[in-house]
């Protein structure tokens, strides 16, 4: 069982940037793929940041390349999202979420995940 926990959303003006974190629990975190999914009211969650357990991989969505970065620190159980040049769009709440993969693999489908937290709001304004 993994458990994950968001924290660091807030409300930010148009153009900050913010970090948030997802710590996760369990002795196996460093074989877990992780990700970052947004959903706005009305929408569908959709994926917008992937990593491989070493992070030697990633992936972004088309909406946030160049302006988010993935991380993740496997001694301290957390991923990160650091999001730069914030937009009134990028209001959502933003979950991770972890699935095994020990062997290198990303995934981008909600479907593919096992773990979610409870999400952490993001509130941009313009």
């Known amino acids: 069982q993994v458990q994950l926990v968001e924290s660091g959303g807030g409300l930010v003006q148009a153009g900050d940037s913010l970090r948030v974190s997802c710590a996760a629990s369990g002795r196996t975190f460093s074989q877990y793929a992780m990700a970052w999914f947004r959903q706005a009211p009305g929408k569908e969650r959709d994926i917008i940041a992937a990593i491989n357990w070493s992070g030697s991989v990633t992936y972004y969505s088309d909406s946030v390349k160049g302006r988010f970065a993935i991380s993740r620190d496997n001694a301290k159980n957390t991923i990160y999202l650091q999001m730069n040049s914030l937009k009134p769009e990028d209001t959502a709440v933003y979950y991770c979420?972890?699935?095994?993969?020990?062997?290198?693999?990303?995934?981008?489908?909600?479907?593919?995940?096992?773990?979610w937290g409870q999400g952490t709001q993001v509130t941009v304004s313009s």
């Open positions: 979420a972890a699935v095994w993969a020990p062997l290198g693999r990303i995934f981008t489908t909600t479907k593919e995940y096992t773990y």
